[in-house]
């Protein structure tokens, strides 16, 4: 199944597509109050820009840096190629400890591991503890947004959720009664966690600590609570320097929700007494990208999510449209790279309007990207054929302008003759589905142009 | 004579071939970390420079700070000097059965070690703010004042008590302030808070239901 069949599925209802879409740019004018607030914003943009081009040009030595501060600071470091050592990593240090009682807050890494299946697999509880992620756990769902993960579901999802596995009332859609069920849910696990497992927002290769950004205090809480801590963090997490975080952390936020900031900024940089803190490097693919010209920019991105909010296509087909674990523009420029064939459909869910790049905040040449990846699966024969030969087609008639000359005259006195069942016919002409088309003009704008030269 | 000119591909060029296929030639038995730190090595491109990063200021009022954190779901109130402090806890929490703090007696003993069961009870932290943010109504608390790490996020309530002469613009400024930012440290913004459900705001998520900065 490709983005345009699940996308279909997703805008049968007319209501919530609306809703959606509505809602989505509510956060992207949000964005737009706490940025224009900013005077020095684009230079904020410019400067993040270049400390993650630099730290990616310096990747090797930065993590060996980082590595050796955070072993000094006393947290054990491990290495993960792929996934399955990631999750290998992770099952090995809860099994040392013979814990089951593991609490989680928002790292799309482990998703991208899928670290909960294999841990539920042997036999480990994992509870989800960033209330989106909570909803969704209990729905067995994928997340559909970076910072938003249940944005596709309504409160009444919600409140039948939450009527089923938490024990409120039936019908109750209050957004603050449904959060307190949440919480005093929640609370339980917190207290009881053995084990506390996080994503990393920053990693600072200086101080060797991870910064985490949350809202609602849910990293803090468990972490600081279990005994054992283990953040998983991509390669390309790192900065060079503590005082780099004065440029992310007034970015992220404001680009993410249009708030000034995240109500916790915390920096982890050492175990407290009698505890332990592990931190698992994880690469998954990102070395392959970073040998990628064209594409290795798409390692500067800091997940705030506000190319997706921007997204035309995004705010109409909703994240599970994807099918990838990062959704929206950022995800489809970063899926192929990890499967090229299951997501060959991404890079051309979008217009090509390039506002998901004018809203980057570390100025990710995203729509750049796309039209790029478009070129590579072409080149390496993942799209469709028909779409494939009807571009050739296309090509060769729109470079030949005898060819144009003819096809518009064709076109334009022919077009009326036509039977509307045969330039709506759905299968052949799927742009006309909800699209009427236009009355066609006397006469070519080559012709027009002529005749001004005569005059 | 007019002609057409050929309709040109948009000068965007692939700037080498997409596939950069590099093997690393590793003994079979290379940890991950060879292999991770050799593909970065081998892949990363020429080096670009590290830009310095300049201290935007601005605005460092109180006035500023109070504005930015009361729109975050913050409260701000004056003291006229420390001696005060109890009088408008007692005015601002009358029913806070259990409270902890570093800053007058008689509230529960708090350390590092205490059990996770004891701080679940606590209504009421008051903790000392060292560094607050004018920009966006942030202050930094540092582990060595906060008597333990869960502590301002497990208690019910928060008060962050701030010299108002510790306000700063930007976060830039603030980051400056820190040496450094020991074992554990958080710039605390206002009450826990969530949009998760239909981005409807709720405060009091997981953390603390209220956040009091009061500022001497």
């Not at chain 2, 050799?38 to 990063?53: M, Q, S």
Request: hydrophobic share 40%; proline share 6%.
């Amino acid at each position: 199944m490709n983005h345009a069949t699940r996308a279909a599925k997703f805008i049968g209802d007319a209501d919530r597509t609306t809703w959606h879409d509505e809602t989505l740019w509510f956060v992207r004018t949000k964005r737009d109050k706490a940025v224009y607030a900013v005077p020095e914003f684009q230079d904020l943009r410019e400067l993040a820009s270049q400390i993650k081009n630099h730290t990616l040009s310096k990747l090797d030595f930065y993590l060996e840096q980082f590595e050796e501060q955070a072993k000094r600071n006393g947290v054990h470091v491990h290495w993960a190629a792929d996934a399955d050592e990631h999750n290998a990593i992770i099952l090995d240090i809860i099994r040392q400890h013979n814990a089951t009682r593991i609490v989680k807050s928002k790292s799309m890494l482990t998703e991208e591991c899928h670290l909960n299946p294999h841990l539920i697999a042997n036999g480990i509880e994992v509870v989800d503890t960033d209330l989106g992620e909570r909803i969704i756990q209990l729905r067995d769902e994928a997340p559909s947004h970076l910072v938003l993960p249940a944005i596709h579901l309504k409160k009444e999802d919600v409140g039948e959720t939450f009527f089923q596995h938490l024990g409120t009332a039936k019908g109750e859609v209050d957004p603050q009664v449904l959060t307190e069920a949440a919480r005093q849910h929640l609370r339980a696990r917190f207290l009881a966690a053995e084990v506390a497992i996080s994503g990393v927002n920053f990693a600072v290769a200086e101080t060797g600590g991870i910064v985490i950004c949350t809202n609602e205090g849910n990293a803090d809480l468990g972490v600081n609570l279990a005994h054992v801590h283990i953040a998983a963090m991509g390669i390309e997490k790192l900065i060079p320097r503590l005082s780099d975080l004065s440029v992310f952390t007034r970015l992220l936020a404001r680009s993410a929700t249009g708030q000034p900031v995240t109500t916790y900024t915390s920096h982890y940089t050492k175990p407290a007494a009698d505890k332990e803190m592990h931190i698992v490097i994880v690469d998954n693919g990102r070395t392959k990208q970073l040998g990628r010209p064209d594409f290795r920019a798409s390692l500067k991105c800091i997940r705030c999510g506000a190319c997706m909010n921007t997204c035309p296509v995004y705010r109409r087909s909703g994240g599970h449209s994807y099918d990838a674990t990062v959704p929206g523009p950022i995800g489809s420029i970063l899926s192929p790279n990890i499967d090229m064939k299951k997501h060959s459909s991404l890079p051309f869910a979008s217009t090509l309007c390039g506002s998901c790049s004018d809203v980057c905040p570390v100025k990710i040449d995203i729509h750049t990207q796309l039209y790029k990846w478009r070129q590579v699966l072409a080149e390496a024969n993942e799209i469709p054929a028909s779409k494939k030969w009807s571009m050739k087609l296309m090509g060769r008639f729109l470079t030949s302008p005898r060819a144009l000359g003819i096809g518009g005259k064709l076109a334009r006195h022919g077009i009326k003759f036509l039977p509307y069942s045969l330039t709506h016919a759905r299968h052949f002409n799927v742009w006309a589905v909800a699209r009427e088309l236009p009355e066609p003009p006397k006469q070519s704008f080559h012709e027009w142009y002529k005749q001004q030269q005569v005059k | 004579m007019f002609t057409l000119h050929k309709w040109r591909k948009p000068n965007i060029k692939l700037t080498s071939p997409p596939f950069h296929h590099f093997t690393i030639s590793l003994s079979p038995l290379s940890s991950s970390r060879e292999k991770i730190l050799a593909a970065a090595r081998a892949n990363k491109p020429e080096e670009t420079l590290l830009p310095t990063v300049p201290s935007f200021e601005g605005d460092a009022s109180a006035e500023r700070f109070t504005e930015v954190l009361t729109s975050i779901g913050g409260q701000v109130i004056w003291l006229e000097g420390p001696e005060q402090l109890q009088q408008v806890l007692t005015q601002l929490f009358p029913d806070s059965r259990i409270s902890a703090s570093p800053l007058f007696p008689g509230t529960l003993p708090v350390d590092a070690l205490t059990t996770t069961e004891v701080l679940a009870d606590v209504d009421l932290a008051v903790l000392p703010g060292e560094i607050g943010v004018a920009e966006n109504g942030a202050i930094w608390l540092p582990e060595a004042n906060m008597m333990h790490r869960a502590l301002p996020t497990i208690t019910q309530h928060l008060v962050l008590v701030l010299d108002h002469k510790r306000i700063v613009a930007t976060m830039h400024q603030a980051y400056a302030q820190l040496p450094s930012t020991g074992g554990y440290g958080a710039f605390v913004a206002g009450p826990s808070k969530t949009a998760d459900i239909e981005q409807s705001l709720v405060i009091g998520a997981h953390g603390a239901r209220s956040l009091i900065v009061l500022l001497y």
